[in-house]
Structures are given as C-alpha cells and as structure tokens.
C-alpha cells in the first residue's frame, strides 16, 4: 500500500501548548514518526478528507494503549512476571498498574503499588505520583482501582486511607465479594472527575 508521510492537520497551530488538542497532535506526530504510520493515497471513489478521518480514528485508538498513556507520567517499562506497567517518574516513584483489560485504560486501571526508594521519602513525591496519575484518569476518562487497603496490622492504616481519600478513592462496594483475610481491609476505587468547564 502506498502512501504518503504528511502532517495530519497542516495549517492546525493551537493557541496553547496544554491543550488537549495540541497534546493530541503532539502524539499523533510522535506515533506518526515513530511507528511510521502513513496516510494513504485515496483511491478513486473515496475523497481524501474520509481516508484521513478513518487513520485519525485508528490511530487515536492506538494512543489509548496503555504504554502511550501512562508515558505522559514517565518512564514506561512491562512487567511480563506481574502483568503490570511500571512508570518511574522524574522525582523518582515508581507506579505499577495494570489495566482491568488487556491493552485498554478505557475499562479502569489497578494500582498495584507505589513504590519511594527510602531515601527519597517524606519528600511528597509519592503524592506528586498519584496526583499526576488521578490527572491523568480524569483527562483520558478511566477508573482507578486499589486495595486492599486499611489492614489492622498496620499502624498507618487510617493516616493512608485519609490520604486516599484526598484524591477522591472511596471505598469500592462492589468488590465486596473479593475476599480479604482481614475484616478491616477492603478495595478503594476513584471515578474521574468531570471536566472544568472553561469561561
């Protein structure tokens, strides 16, 4: 198939660099360069305008993957022995998560762990991780899942699960039926937040 390597929206200069727009197009182009994807010519009876919406779609499910999502929070590395993404972030946590569904954050994502090398610690950077990645759930519209968290044991339980709440984790009812060893313990959920509407 032949085709040609052309800037998807020519002419397109958004206003900010923050904006979703220009965070999508950034990604398309970084896609684009990277796995050499290419629009292809149109064929007679098909306008060109069509071919190019129908590689935006597809390429904007390719940026729904989990490694290009979870790259916006740092280093991304598979973990093929738990199954799960570990992100090392520039201050230097590391997140390990794992999407509810093979190759999609749509469907929620599993916080396995956050993980401070001990020097590093009592510096907010665990907290600089998770807010960056409730952000992040809120723009790409995913759950966040944890848990079990509040085990008795655990002289910091309640000091964790306040900090938990903080960033809108409630306790998840409907994993009531996974069963924890420790009738204190039980599973946290977070639903992204709605958008700030802008005046």
């Known amino acids: 198939m032949s085709g040609v390597a052309a800037p998807l929206c020519r002419g397109v200069s958004p206003t900010t660099t923050g904006s979703p727009e220009f965070v999508a197009l950034q990604s398309f182009d970084h896609a684009r360069k990277r796995h050499g994807w290419l629009i292809p010519r149109a064929k007679k009876g098909l306008a060109k305008s069509d071919l190019i919406m129908?590689?935006?779609?597809?390429?904007?499910?390719e940026l729904q993957k989990p490694e290009f999502v979870f790259a916006r929070l740092g280093s991304v590395k598979f973990n093929a022995v738990s199954g799960a993404f570990d992100i090392e972030t520039k201050q230097g946590a590391i997140l390990r998560l794992c999407p509810n569904t093979d190759g999609e954050v749509e469907n929620g994502v599993h916080i396995d762990e956050i993980e401070v090398p001990e020097a590093l610690r009592?510096?907010?950077i665990a907290t600089k991780a998770l807010a960056a990645l409730c952000h992040l759930a809120d723009e790409y519209r995913f759950e966040l899942n944890g848990g079990p968290v509040g085990f008795s044991e655990d002289p910091n339980r309640k000091r964790f699960v306040a900090w938990l709440r903080r960033f809108g984790f409630r306790r998840d009812t409907s994993a009531a039926f996974l069963q924890v060893h420790d009738r204190t313990a039980f599973y946290v959920r977070r639903c992204p937040r709605a958008r700030r509407s802008s005046r």
Request: net charge positive; charged share 45%.
């Open 54 to 61: 129908d590689r935006i779609a597809e390429m904007t499910k």
């Open 122 to 124: 009592g510096k907010g």
